[in-house]
């Protein structure tokens, strides 16, 4: 199956280019982000029928991470992973910032304590009394 991907007379949606580039799982999470402002096109804060061009620059926020692209490609069909990032460049300063973030919340996770069961019965008891205990405070 070969992927279609547009000419530079055809327009793209926004919401619907996300989809097919697999930032979102459907169009209707990618036009929540669009208009929630985590998408920005250009430096702007966009709609999600708002059309794309080769060359545009997108800047993605999917909590806690931040991805900063430069358009390749139009495509309003969503293939395989590796073909839906042939539609996008990510900045260098964005993949080091997020590889950062991502190995600081690695290191971040590592210090939390980590039980090896779930509490039973007497053990919520306990957190029950006391959180109540630290209510009355």
């Known amino acids: 199956m070969k992927q279609k991907h547009t000419t530079d007379k055809e327009k793209v949606r926004l919401d619907k280019w996300l989809w097919a580039a697999r930032f979102y799982k459907n169009r209707q999470l990618a036009a929540e982000a ?25 800047r993605i926020y999917k909590s806690p991470f931040t991805f900063e692209i430069i358009v390749n490609e139009l495509s309003t069909r ?21 590889e950062a973030l991502a190995e600081q919340r690695k290191l971040q996770a590592a210090q939390r304590p980590h039980t090896t069961h779930r509490p039973d019965k007497r053990d919520r008891r306990r957190i029950i009394r006391f959180k109540n205990i630290n209510r009355e405070n």
Do not use: C, F, W
């Open 34 to 58: 669009i208009n929630g402002g985590h998408v920005h096109l250009n430096g702007q804060r966009v709609k999600p029928a708002r059309t794309l061009q080769a060359g545009d620059e997108l």
């Open 78 to 98: 969503r293939g395989p992973a590796k073909v839906a990032q042939q539609l996008y460049t990510e900045h260098a300063e964005s993949i080091e910032k997020r």
